[in-house]
């Protein structure tokens, strides 16, 4: 049921995004040198690794620890747009038609960092595809802010959010059900529309 949901909202999603996708494309390559897409390598469905599809918000050829924040120099002018609209993941419609992903799930990580997960979270994590959205996601839509706010960045990813982070993923994955997800990704559209209207599981205390 749920892989049936993912192909046909994929499909149409596609089909009726494609002309913003090639505006954003273009955009993309006009804004700095280098292709409109990115590829980088997040790990899947039971440890399985693939290549996700992003948007390119960065300059080719720099260097730096997989962590971004608001204000690094390595994101593009319009790369900060497409980042702040989370428009840089719409490509991510392609992993959900190959199987790779799902609409909702565990956000996928690098496995530098998936590797950082307790070892009793790991499996569960893993144990179904990685989403396009998820309600930790939601919640955290201004982690690039966050990040900004700290001296290291990275460390205080690795040693804050990615545990509060494999905490609520595997809080998710042990309570999934189908009408959450579409809660999910209703409140998904609302937080694209109006950020305001997205969910807050720090407040509601699961975020901890």
Same mark, same amino acid.
Do not use: K
């Given at each position: 049921m749920a892989r049936l949901r993912d192909l046909m909202v994929a499909s149409i999603a596609l089909m009726v995004l494609s002309p913003l996708l090639l505006i954003l494309a273009i955009l993309v390559r006009l804004d700095s040198p280098g292709g409109a897409l990115y590829r980088q390598e997040?790990?899947?469905?039971?440890?399985k690794t693939f290549s996700i599809h992003k948007f390119r918000t960065m300059h080719? !050829?720099?260097?730096?620890? &997989?962590v971004t924040h608001f !204000?690094? &120099?390595?994101?593009?002018?319009?790369?900060?747009?497409?980042?702040t609209a989370k428009l840089d993941e719409l490509p991510q419609l392609i992993d959900i038609l190959q199987g790779s992903m799902s609409l909702?799930? =565990?956000? =996928?990580?690098?496995?530098r960092y998936a590797d950082l997960w307790p070892a009793e979270a790991w499996p569960i994590i893993l144990s179904?595809?990685?989403g396009l959205?998820?309600?930790v996601t939601l919640s955290l839509r201004n982690e690039e802010l966050l990040l900004a706010s700290s001296s290291d960045p990275e460390r205080t990813y690795v040693d804050l959010l990615l545990p509060a982070k494999a905490? &609520?993923?595997?809080?998710?994955?042990?309570?999934?059900?189908?009408l959450g997800d579409i809660r999910v990704v209703l409140a998904t559209f609302k937080a694209l529309v109006r950020p305001g209207a997205s969910l807050n599981l720090v407040e509601e205390g699961r975020l901890q």
């Open positions: 997040r790990v899947g469905l039971r440890g080719v !050829g720099l260097s730096g620890p &997989a !204000g690094d &120099a390595r994101v593009t002018r319009l790369g900060r747009w497409l980042r909702v799930g =565990p956000r =996928p990580e690098v496995p179904v595809r990685p959205t998820d309600p905490r &609520a993923y595997v809080s998710y994955v042990q309570g999934r059900t189908f």
